[in-house]
């Protein structure tokens, strides 16, 4: 099996377990979960150097989930990963449990930071990133973003600071899925062309469809590239993607499936139970 084929595997199931999380914990924002869903996948199957025995090491890769509302996602893939157990999932959202619908320092393995107040997330990276190069170590940060989240003067206050001091061990990627809580992204601010605006700020900058794995899987073995510059991915996705119902449909932001909806994805999915 080619890794591209491997990814797209993995992230069908990921998919399957958001929409369950989703269900069963009576958690919104399913929609801008699923839109991110191929970029963690591909990032912790493909690149990210963390050992899940070792989810502290400090060489180990950051990766920091900025859309923190999104973390259903992040939390099934490293469930999948083993860095927690995989039965621990049913208690998402669930009073007391370890995996909130935000999530917290420490939580469980793997989570670097809290996350979900908008516009932190590429700071806090930029300080890692930049306490390697202090520290003369070798790991990389990878902070994925919303597009909604570019909205915020902070986002671009990290966006001129990093090329300053060269950064080139800091990957951001925009979840770019057109959508914010109410309205079109456009309709709110004029992101476009953010492509040229990341590439204006110093930035290394690169623009892919966000469900196309061997475009995904191409972007990432370039970030390596020591160049003095930080990367910036622009990813094109679909909000809700992989259930047809759900696709585009900012409706799901805060709706939560129902038992007939969830019956229709089971028959998308192939789910016999």
């Known amino acids: ?141 990878m902070v994925l973003l919303s597009d909604g989240e570019c909205n915020e003067g902070s986002v671009w206050e990290a966006a001129m600071f990093s090329p300053s001091k060269k950064l080139d061990n800091l990957i951001a990627i925009v979840d770019f899925n057109k959508w914010q809580a109410t309205e079109r992204s456009e309709e709110v601010m004029a992101l476009s062309p953010l492509k040229d605006k990341w590439s204006a700020f110093g930035w290394e900058t690169y623009e892919i469809d966000g469900h196309n794995i061997d475009e995904i899987l191409d972007v990432y073995a370039k970030l390596a590239n020591e160049n003095g510059k930080p990367k910036a ?5 679909v909000k809700g993607k992989g259930v047809s119902f759900m696709e585009d449909d900012n409706n799901w932001h805060y709706r939560i499936p129902n038992d007939d909806e969830f019956e229709k994805v089971k028959l998308e999915f192939g789910i016999i139970e």
């Open 233 to 237: 991915i622009i990813a094109h996705t």
């Open 1 to 141: 099996m080619t890794r591209a084929l491997e990814v797209s595997e993995i992230s069908k199931t990921i998919r399957y377990q958001v929409i369950q999380m989703s269900k069963n914990g009576r958690a919104p924002h399913l929609g801008s979960s699923l839109s991110c869903v191929d970029l963690i996948v591909a990032a912790y199957h493909a690149f990210l150097r963390i050992n899940p025995t070792i989810p502290a090491d400090p060489l180990r890769d950051r990766f920091i989930l900025s859309k923190g509302h999104a973390v259903s996602t992040l939390y099934a893939m490293l469930a999948y990963k083993k860095f927690f157990p995989m039965k621990d999932l049913k208690s998402f959202n669930s009073d007391g449990s370890n995996l909130p619908e935000h999530p917290t320092p420490g939580c469980v393995p793997g989570i670097e930071m809290a996350t979900g107040s908008l516009g932190h997330g590429l700071s806090v990276g930029i300080g890692m990133a930049l306490a390697a190069r202090i520290l003369k170590q070798s790991y990389r940060v």
